[in-house]
Protein backbone atom coordinates (compact mmCIF):
# COMPACT_ATOMS: atom_id res chain seq x y z
CA UNK A 1 0.00 0.00 0.00
CA UNK A 2 0.75 3.40 -0.42
CA UNK A 3 0.83 4.57 3.46
CA UNK A 4 -2.41 5.66 3.11
CA UNK A 5 -4.68 5.19 6.31
CA UNK A 6 -8.21 5.40 6.72
CA UNK A 7 -8.98 5.16 10.48
CA UNK A 8 -8.47 8.52 11.80
CA UNK A 9 -10.66 9.83 8.95
CA UNK A 10 -13.45 7.38 9.64
CA UNK A 11 -13.54 7.78 13.59
CA UNK A 12 -14.33 11.33 12.44
CA UNK A 13 -16.79 10.59 9.48
CA UNK A 14 -18.47 8.65 12.23
CA UNK A 15 -18.58 10.86 14.69
CA UNK A 16 -20.24 13.23 12.45
CA UNK A 17 -22.89 11.25 10.69
CA UNK A 18 -24.57 10.71 14.48
CA UNK A 19 -26.61 13.80 13.33
CA UNK A 20 -27.39 11.96 10.25
CA UNK A 21 -28.45 8.60 11.31
CA UNK A 22 -31.89 8.88 9.52
CA UNK A 23 -30.74 9.34 6.27
CA UNK A 24 -27.84 6.76 6.90
CA UNK A 25 -30.43 4.12 7.64
CA UNK A 26 -32.70 4.95 4.75
CA UNK A 27 -29.64 4.78 2.79
CA UNK A 28 -28.83 1.76 4.67
CA UNK A 29 -32.28 0.02 3.60
CA UNK A 30 -32.22 0.39 0.18
CA UNK A 31 -28.38 -1.21 -0.08
CA UNK A 32 -30.54 -4.03 1.84
CA UNK A 33 -33.56 -4.12 -0.25
CA UNK A 34 -31.49 -4.56 -3.45
CA UNK A 35 -29.24 -7.00 -2.12
CA UNK A 36 -31.78 -9.18 -0.66
CA UNK A 37 -34.07 -8.86 -3.90
CA UNK A 38 -30.98 -10.25 -6.24
CA UNK A 39 -29.65 -12.71 -4.12
CA UNK A 40 -32.03 -13.68 -1.62
CA UNK A 41 -32.59 -12.46 2.02
CA UNK A 42 -30.61 -14.75 3.80
CA UNK A 43 -27.17 -13.39 4.33
CA UNK A 44 -25.31 -17.00 4.88
CA UNK A 45 -26.54 -17.65 1.50
CA UNK A 46 -25.71 -14.30 0.07
CA UNK A 47 -22.42 -12.96 0.34
CA UNK A 48 -23.24 -9.31 -1.03
CA UNK A 49 -26.46 -8.65 1.68
CA UNK A 50 -23.78 -10.31 4.59
CA UNK A 51 -21.60 -7.24 3.76
CA UNK A 52 -24.51 -4.72 4.18
CA UNK A 53 -25.41 -6.91 7.02
CA UNK A 54 -22.80 -6.05 8.80
CA UNK A 55 -21.75 -2.54 7.59
CA UNK A 56 -25.50 -1.84 8.85
CA UNK A 57 -24.86 -3.30 12.46
CA UNK A 58 -21.79 -1.09 12.13
CA UNK A 59 -24.33 2.33 12.39
CA UNK A 60 -25.95 0.77 14.63
CA UNK A 61 -29.25 0.23 12.76
CA UNK A 62 -31.87 -1.18 14.59
CA UNK A 63 -32.57 -5.00 13.97
CA UNK A 64 -36.14 -4.16 13.16
CA UNK A 65 -34.95 -1.40 10.65
CA UNK A 66 -32.73 -4.34 8.81
CA UNK A 67 -35.51 -7.14 8.84
CA UNK A 68 -38.15 -4.91 7.62
CA UNK A 69 -35.72 -4.07 4.29
CA UNK A 70 -35.40 -7.56 4.09
CA UNK A 71 -38.82 -8.70 4.62
CA UNK A 72 -39.79 -6.06 1.88
CA UNK A 73 -37.43 -7.90 -0.53
CA UNK A 74 -39.09 -11.50 -0.01
CA UNK A 75 -42.44 -9.91 -0.23
CA UNK A 76 -41.75 -9.02 -3.51
CA UNK A 77 -41.89 -5.41 -3.72
CA UNK A 78 -42.03 -3.80 -7.41
CA UNK A 79 -39.36 -1.17 -6.13
CA UNK A 80 -35.82 -0.97 -8.09
CA UNK A 81 -32.94 1.34 -7.65
CA UNK A 82 -30.11 0.85 -9.99
CA UNK A 83 -26.57 1.20 -8.97
CA UNK A 84 -24.79 4.70 -10.35
CA UNK A 85 -21.29 5.36 -10.26
CA UNK A 86 -19.68 9.53 -11.00
CA UNK A 87 -16.90 10.42 -11.42
CA UNK A 88 -14.64 13.46 -11.32
CA UNK A 89 -12.51 16.15 -9.87
CA UNK A 90 -13.13 17.77 -6.48
CA UNK A 91 -10.94 21.35 -5.51
CA UNK A 92 -7.37 20.63 -5.54
CA UNK A 93 -7.66 18.49 -8.47
CA UNK A 94 -8.12 15.23 -5.96
CA UNK A 95 -10.18 12.26 -7.94
CA UNK A 96 -13.28 11.68 -6.49
CA UNK A 97 -15.58 8.15 -7.16
CA UNK A 98 -19.61 8.33 -6.37
CA UNK A 99 -21.44 5.04 -5.54
CA UNK A 100 -25.50 5.71 -5.73
CA UNK A 101 -28.64 4.12 -5.68
CA UNK A 102 -31.22 5.92 -7.55
CA UNK A 103 -34.68 5.30 -8.99
CA UNK A 104 -34.66 8.33 -10.73
CA UNK A 105 -30.71 8.64 -12.62
CA UNK A 106 -31.94 12.24 -13.55
CA UNK A 107 -32.21 13.55 -10.54
CA UNK A 108 -29.14 12.42 -8.90
CA UNK A 109 -27.07 13.09 -11.66
CA UNK A 110 -28.10 16.52 -11.42
CA UNK A 111 -27.55 16.45 -8.02
CA UNK A 112 -24.19 15.48 -8.49
CA UNK A 113 -23.00 17.62 -11.35
CA UNK A 114 -24.52 20.39 -8.76
CA UNK A 115 -22.55 19.55 -5.72
CA UNK A 116 -19.35 18.88 -8.22
CA UNK A 117 -19.56 22.03 -10.00
CA UNK A 118 -20.92 24.70 -7.73
CA UNK A 119 -18.02 23.79 -5.36
CA UNK A 120 -15.14 24.49 -7.81
CA UNK A 121 -15.19 20.59 -8.99
CA UNK A 122 -15.45 18.80 -12.42
CA UNK A 123 -17.37 15.57 -13.20
CA UNK A 124 -16.10 13.75 -15.84
CA UNK A 125 -16.72 10.56 -17.67
CA UNK A 126 -17.13 7.37 -17.06
CA UNK A 127 -13.29 5.62 -17.03
CA UNK A 128 -12.15 9.09 -15.76
CA UNK A 129 -10.43 7.90 -12.72
CA UNK A 130 -12.13 4.93 -12.01
CA UNK A 131 -8.62 3.65 -12.97
CA UNK A 132 -6.96 5.56 -10.13
CA UNK A 133 -8.77 3.32 -7.24
CA UNK A 134 -8.44 -0.50 -6.38
CA UNK A 135 -11.25 -2.61 -4.68
CA UNK A 136 -9.96 -3.68 -1.41
CA UNK A 137 -11.01 -5.53 2.01
CA UNK A 138 -10.44 -3.06 4.93
CA UNK A 139 -10.16 -4.33 8.14
CA UNK A 140 -9.32 -2.24 11.25
CA UNK A 141 -8.39 -3.98 14.98
CA UNK A 142 -8.81 -1.50 17.81
CA UNK A 143 -5.49 -2.18 19.77
CA UNK A 144 -6.95 -1.34 23.30
CA UNK A 145 -9.67 -4.22 22.21
CA UNK A 146 -6.87 -6.78 20.95
CA UNK A 147 -3.63 -7.01 22.99
CA UNK A 148 -2.18 -9.00 20.08
CA UNK A 149 1.80 -8.30 19.29
CA UNK A 150 2.17 -6.97 15.95
CA UNK A 151 4.09 -9.56 15.19
CA UNK A 152 1.49 -11.78 15.83
CA UNK A 153 -1.20 -9.88 14.34
CA UNK A 154 1.28 -9.83 10.46
CA UNK A 155 1.73 -13.53 11.00
CA UNK A 156 -1.91 -14.07 11.35
CA UNK A 157 -3.43 -11.83 8.77
CA UNK A 158 -1.07 -13.41 6.40
CA UNK A 159 -1.78 -17.08 6.95
CA UNK A 160 -5.08 -16.13 6.23
CA UNK A 161 -4.37 -14.21 2.80
CA UNK A 162 -4.10 -10.59 3.61
CA UNK A 163 -1.66 -8.25 1.63
CA UNK A 164 -0.67 -5.75 4.26
CA UNK A 165 -0.76 -4.69 7.37
CA UNK A 166 -0.53 -0.55 8.99
CA UNK A 167 -0.12 -0.22 12.20
CA UNK A 168 -0.51 2.87 14.59
CA UNK A 169 -1.12 3.44 18.16
CA UNK A 170 -4.63 2.75 18.77
CA UNK A 171 -5.33 0.19 15.52
CA UNK A 172 -3.85 -1.90 12.84
CA UNK A 173 -4.90 -1.30 9.78
CA UNK A 174 -5.71 -4.45 7.86
CA UNK A 175 -5.68 -4.90 3.82
CA UNK A 176 -7.05 -7.57 1.60
CA UNK A 177 -7.83 -8.08 -1.96
CA UNK A 178 -11.60 -8.19 -2.64
CA UNK A 179 -11.84 -11.91 -2.83
CA UNK A 180 -10.01 -12.78 -0.06
CA UNK A 181 -11.77 -10.25 2.15
CA UNK A 182 -15.05 -12.47 3.72
CA UNK A 183 -12.47 -15.38 4.49
CA UNK A 184 -9.82 -12.87 6.05
CA UNK A 185 -12.37 -10.93 8.23
CA UNK A 186 -14.09 -14.81 9.22
CA UNK A 187 -10.83 -16.11 10.12
CA UNK A 188 -10.10 -13.08 12.57
CA UNK A 189 -13.26 -13.16 14.08
CA UNK A 190 -12.30 -17.35 14.59
CA UNK A 191 -9.04 -16.64 15.72
CA UNK A 192 -10.66 -14.04 18.70
CA UNK A 193 -9.95 -11.25 17.17
CA UNK A 194 -12.77 -8.29 17.70
CA UNK A 195 -12.92 -5.96 14.81
CA UNK A 196 -13.77 -2.27 14.83
CA UNK A 197 -14.71 -2.07 10.78
CA UNK A 198 -14.27 -4.11 8.11
CA UNK A 199 -15.31 -2.73 4.44
CA UNK A 200 -15.01 -3.85 0.74
CA UNK A 201 -14.02 -0.14 -0.10
CA UNK A 202 -11.99 1.33 -2.86
CA UNK A 203 -8.15 2.60 -1.79
CA UNK A 204 -6.83 5.58 -4.00
CA UNK A 205 -3.13 4.18 -5.42
CA UNK A 206 -1.64 8.01 -4.50
CA UNK A 207 -3.08 10.69 -2.63
CA UNK A 208 -3.44 14.44 -3.34
CA UNK A 209 -2.67 16.80 -0.88
CA UNK A 210 -5.85 19.17 -0.75
CA UNK A 211 -4.93 22.99 -1.17
CA UNK A 212 -5.11 24.52 2.54
CA UNK A 213 -7.33 27.43 0.90
CA UNK A 214 -9.57 24.88 -0.78
CA UNK A 215 -10.24 22.41 2.06
CA UNK A 216 -13.55 24.58 3.64
CA UNK A 217 -14.24 24.09 -0.48
CA UNK A 218 -13.43 20.50 -0.82
CA UNK A 219 -15.45 19.49 2.37
CA UNK A 220 -18.55 21.24 1.48
CA UNK A 221 -18.66 19.28 -1.90
CA UNK A 222 -17.76 16.13 -0.27
CA UNK A 223 -20.82 17.09 2.44
CA UNK A 224 -23.76 18.10 -0.57
CA UNK A 225 -22.58 14.38 -2.09
CA UNK A 226 -22.65 11.96 0.99
CA UNK A 227 -25.78 14.27 2.31
CA UNK A 228 -28.03 13.23 -0.33
CA UNK A 229 -30.17 10.50 -0.39
CA UNK A 230 -29.10 8.64 -3.52
CA UNK A 231 -25.62 8.73 -2.47
CA UNK A 232 -24.10 5.61 -1.02
CA UNK A 233 -20.92 5.78 -0.67
CA UNK A 234 -18.01 8.63 -1.41
CA UNK A 235 -14.59 7.54 -2.17
CA UNK A 236 -11.68 10.77 -2.47
CA UNK A 237 -8.33 10.41 -2.95
CA UNK A 238 -7.32 13.37 -0.58
CA UNK A 239 -4.46 12.64 1.47
CA UNK A 240 -5.10 12.34 5.49
CA UNK A 241 -3.42 15.09 7.26
CA UNK A 242 -0.77 13.49 8.97
CA UNK A 243 0.13 12.55 4.56
CA UNK A 244 0.44 16.39 3.77
Known sequence: MSGHSKWHNIQGRKNAQDAKRGKI??????????????????PNDNAALRLIVDKARA???????????????????DEHYDEV????YAPGGVAVLVEALTDNKNRTASA????????GGSLGSSGSVAYM??????????????????????????DLGADDLQTSDDAYEIYTEAKEFAAVRDGLIEK????ADSELTMIPQNTTPVPEEKKEQFQHMID?????????????????NDEE
Open 85 to 88: TYEG
Open 192 to 195: GYEL
Open 59 to 77: ANMPKDNIKRALDKAEGGS
Open 224 to 240: QLEDDEDVSEVYTAAAD
Open 133 to 158: FDRKGYIVLDRTKNTQDEDTVLMDIM
Open 25 to 42: FQKLSRELFMAAKSGGAD
Open 112 to 119: VRVAFTRN
